[in-house]
């Protein structure tokens, strides 16, 4: 399976009913991606570490719903590609999972066949950023909004690449001079935004 730009190396599963988590875990195995299953929201708290590129949830779980699942993958470094998947959801719910960045959201009963290509539909399609945007108007100085998106898209970069400038660059489709200078200004003159990656400034 060809996810490029992004590769799915590892994917989160949180399903209950334990065949149907098994069937899309083999799925995902022959995508050469490490298959985490989880079968309750505290599962897949603890299955976030280390993070995921892919998390796949069942809206409705034995011990709460997929919104805390989802929430929690927005602390996450880089943050992953989300899909939500259900017998039944309400309009409310299914609002409330777009806001926390869920991109596609499957009715079961579905084929993996249809999740596979949900999955490739998330990571080759670009964001609607429409509603966030539109939301901010009255909300935050435009001037303010464009240097925070372009903050958390050089730190999502970095994320992605392991804290390659060069590579962040590329992802961005800017000059590696353009992310250094964000990476100085944001530590206030330092060397490099991502101390935990030593070649980061080499790169």
């Not at 603890?46 to 997929?66: E, F, H, K, T």
């Not at 719910?93 to 539909?121: C, H, I, M, S």
């Amino acid at each position: 399976m060809d996810v490029s730009p992004r590769t799915v190396q590892r994917v989160l599963i949180v399903e209950d009913n334990a065949s149907l988590r098994g069937a899309i875990a083999r799925r995902v195995r022959t995508w050469s991606a490490v298959a985490v299953e989880a079968g309750t929201v505290r599962e897949a708290i603890v299955g976030m570490s280390p993070p995921p590129d892919l998390v796949i949830c069942d809206v409705s779980l034995p011990d709460g719903s997929a919104i805390p699942v989802f929430t929690a993958t927005l602390s996450l470094s880089p943050e992953p590609a989300k899909i939500a998947i259900s017998g039944v959801a309400t309009a409310e719910e299914a609002f409330r999972l777009g806001q926390l960045g869920v991109r596609e959201y499957l009715a079961k009963p579905f084929t993996l066949d249809a999740l596979e290509a949900a999955v490739r539909r998330i990571l080759d399609a670009p964001p609607d950023l429409d509603p966030l945007v539109r939301a901010s108007v009255g909300q935050i100085p435009m001037r303010d909004l464009q240097k925070h998106v372009r903050q958390l898209m050089i730190e999502e970069a970095l994320a992605l690449s392991h804290g390659s400038r060069r590579r962040a660059a590329r992802l961005l489709d800017v000059s590696r001079q353009a992310v250094q200078q964000v990476v100085r200004r944001s530590d206030g003159g330092g060397d490099t935004m991502c101390p935990s990656h030593e070649s980061s400034h080499e790169d």
